[in-house]
């Protein structure tokens, strides 16, 4: 009994790993798709944005994960 336990507790513990993997990769996707999409724009469109280049990174982040 002890066995079938452990094991349960195993193969949640490692497809709950997994998750959180393909999470964290999806999270990274956004990001880069997002801060390369921000950077193709010019001056002028982020300026009509309200936007300034060096605040990319934070808004891509924040797209991202919600920081």
Do not use: P
Request: aromatic residues 4%; without cysteine.
């Amino acid at each position: 009994m002890a066995l079938v336990s452990d094991i349960r507790t195993t193969e949640s513990g490692f497809s709950n790993l997994l998750a959180s993997i393909r999470e964290a990769l999806a999270r990274r996707k956004v990001y880069r798709q997002t801060l390369a999409e921000l950077r193709s724009l010019s001056n002028r469109e982020l300026n009509d944005l309200g936007m300034h280049r060096s605040m990319l990174t934070r808004i891509a982040l924040e797209a991202a994960y919600g920081k």
